[in-house]
């Protein structure tokens, strides 16, 4: 949960995810780009309408548009970080492989 610029989280270390912590982080800066007054104004006013529309408070919560953004936006840094733990992964795999005497010379050394 974000309280102005501040991320609050309850339960366990553990359960705090990379994921939960990107979409909170995805929720300061909206409130950075709209101000927190106009933020907390759409937000609670995307949830009464979607409640009105969608007669169930999950529905409803999950259809503002501040929760759609900061989802994707987590979704999408996560793959990022899943892409680049990848490529490194790989890249460490294959100079470990190779022989020593075909290895690329380190040019700082
Ligand atoms: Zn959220």
């Known amino acids: ?3 102005s ?3 609050l989280f309850k339960g366990a270390e553990t359960e705090i995810s990379v994921a939960l912590i990107q979409h ?3 929720h300061i800066d909206q409130i950075n780009r709209h101000g927190a007054v106009k933020f907390y104004l759409i937000y609670f006013c995307d ?3 979607n409640l009105w ?3 169930d408070h999950n529905a409803a919560y999950r259809h503002i548009r501040f929760e759609r953004e900061a989802r994707e936006l987590a979704a999408s840094a996560c793959n990022e ?3 680049s733990h990848k490529t490194v992964t790989q890249k ?3 100079q470990a492989s190779l022989p020593k005497r075909v290895r690329p010379t380190d040019p700082s050394k």
Request: aromatic content about 10%.
């Open 5 to 7: 610029r501040t991320i």
């Open 53 to 55: 529309r969608l007669r």
């Open 1 to 3: 949960m974000v309280i």
């Open 92 to 94: 460490t795999f294959i």
């Open 81 to 83: 970080v899943a892409a």
């Open 24 to 26: 909170e982080l995805a």
């Open 47 to 49: 949830y009464v309408s």
